[in-house]
C-alpha cells in the first residue's frame, strides 16, 4: 500500500488546514528534519507531494469561512427546532427522492430494508440528519465531513442505535482527503444542501465523479442563485425569519440548475431529474413544486471519465474546425 501523509488533525476546526506549526501537530512534526531523516525516502517525497498538491492548490473543495458558521453549531444538529429544523423536515422529501430512485435504478429490493446492498457517501453530513435515516433502510452509508466537531455528535447520535452503529461511518475529512482510497467504489453519493458551501464546486463535482461507480448515482439538493432565492432565502429566512441564522448563506455561492447540470455534464454526469422544491414556513414542512427559481434537488448518473480540462495540447487540425456542441445551448461557432 502506497505511503500517505497523515492529514492534519490539530488545526481547531477542521482537518484539512495545517496549523502552522502549532504544538502537536503530526503534518508539522513529521516535516521537521529531524523526523524526516527516519522516513524511508519515498516517504519524504510522498510527503512533501501530499503538502504541495493540498496547500497551493487553488483547486480546493474547502471553503473555511463557510466552515466557521457550521463551527459554531456543531452540537445543534438533533435540535429539531433549532438551527436545523428545515433539513429536519426536509427529510420527508429527500430521503423518498433518493430511495425511490435508487429502487427503480437497482430493481430487486428487500422489503423494509430497501437499500440493502447499496454503499453510499454523505458529503457534508455534518450530525447525520439524513445519513441515519439512510442508513435505517439498509444503506452502508459514509458519512464525511470537514468538521471534526460535527462528526463527533454524528458519531453520539448513531451510537445510540445499535442497528445504526455497524451501517454507518462516520469521518472527518473532505472529499479530496479520501479520493486515492475511494476510488469507485460508491453506488450514490449524495451532497444535500453543501455545494453552496463547497470553495470550488467543480473540483468538488469532479472528486464526486472519482468516488462514483461507473453508473453510480449523485443526489444534490441545493438553493438556485435567483433574485427570488435571495429575497426568500436570505431576507426573508434569515433576515425577517430566522429559520436559519443570519450569515448561514452567501449568495453569491448559490448556484442555478442550468450551471450546475453544466458542471455535472461537462464532468461526465448525465443529469437525469431536476425537481423545485418549496418550504413553507408556517407548517415548517416542504413540498415538491414545479419551479427551481429557490430550492432543487437533482439527480445525475455517472456516465463517463470527465474531460481533460487542462490539456495545453493542441487538438488535431480537422477537430479544431469541428463546431463544439453544448448539450444545452446548442451548437456554439
Ligand atoms: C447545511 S449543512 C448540510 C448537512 C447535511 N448534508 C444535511 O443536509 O443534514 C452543510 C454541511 O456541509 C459541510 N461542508 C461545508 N463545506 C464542505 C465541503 N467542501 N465538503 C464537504 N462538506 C462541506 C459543513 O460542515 C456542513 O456540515
New binding site residues.
Given amino acids: 500500500m502506497a505511503w500517505r501523509a497523515p492529514a492534519c488533525r490539530c488545526f481547531e476546526t477542521m482537518l484539512t488546514k495545517c496549523c502552522g506549526f502549532k504544538e502537536g501537530c503530526k503534518q508539522t512534526r513529521l516535516l521537521k528534519p529531524d523526523n524526516l531523516t527516519s522516513l524511508h525516502p519515498s516517504g519524504v517525497r510522498n510527503i512533501w507531494l501530499s503538502f504541495a498538491r493540498r496547500y497551493t492548490s487553488t483547486h480546493t473543495?474547502?471553503?473555511p469561512d463557510?466552515?466557521k458558521k457550521?463551527q459554531a453549531w456543531s452540537l445543534r444538529?438533533w435540535d429539531e427546532e433549532g438551527v436545523?429544523s428545515a433539513?429536519h423536515s426536509?427529510n420527508d422529501l429527500r430521503v423518498p427522492f433518493i430511495r425511490d430512485t435508487l429502487i427503480s435504478k437497482n430493481g430487486n429490493h428487500e422489503l423494509g430494508s430497501p437499500l440493502l446492498g447499496v454503499k453510499l457517501l454523505?458529503?457534508?453530513?455534518?450530525?447525520g440528519?439524513?445519513s441515519e435515516p439512510l442508513g435505517r433502510l439498509g444503506a452502508a452509508v459514509t458519512g464525511?465531513?470537514?468538521?471534526e466537531n460535527?462528526i463527533r455528535t454524528a458519531d453520539l447520535h448513531k451510537s445510540f442505535d445499535p442497528d445504526l452503529d455497524s451501517r454507518i461511518q462516520y469521518t472527518a475529512c473532505?472529499?479530496e482527503d479520501m479520493e486515492d482510497d475511494a476510488a469507485e467504489i460508491y453506488d450514490a453519493v449524495?451532497?444535500?444542501?453543501?455545494v453552496e458551501?463547497?470553495?470550488d464546486l467543480e473540483s468538488?463535482i469532479k472528486c464526486c465523479h472519482n468516488v462514483l461507480k461507473p453508473g453510480g448515482s449523485i443526489f444534490i439538493?441545493t438553493i438556485s442563485k435567483t433574485p427570488l432565492s435571495y429575497a426568500l432565502g436570505i431576507v426573508v429566512a434569515e433576515k425577517i425569519l430566522g429559520i436559519v441564522p443570519d450569515g448561514t448563506h452567501d449568495w453569491e455561492k448559490f448556484v442555478t440548475p442550468e450551471e450546475l447540470e453544466r458542471v455535472l455534464e461537462s464532468n461526465g454526469f448525465a443529469v437525469e431529474t431536476v425537481n423545485g422544491m418549496l418550504y413553507n414556513p408556517l407548517s415548517t414542512s416542504w413540498s415538491w413544486i414545479d419551479s427551481t427559481s429557490i430550492n432543487y434537488a437533482l439527480h445525475a448518473v455517472k456516465t463517463a471519465p470527465p474531460e481533460e480540462t487542462f490539456s495545453t495540447e493542441q487538438p488535431p487540425e480537422e477537430e479544431q474546425s469541428t463546431p463544439k456542441v453544448d448539450a444545452h445551448l446548442g451548437t456554439t461557432p
Wanted: charged residues 15%; contains cysteine; negative net charge.
Fill in positions: 473543495t474547502v471553503d463557510e466552515l457550521f444538529w436545523y433539513l426536509l454523505d458529503v457534508g453530513c455534518g450530525g440528519v439524513l464525511i465531513d470537514p468538521l460535527n473532505s472529499l449524495v451532497a444535500s444542501e453543501v458551501h463547497v470553495g468538488f439538493t
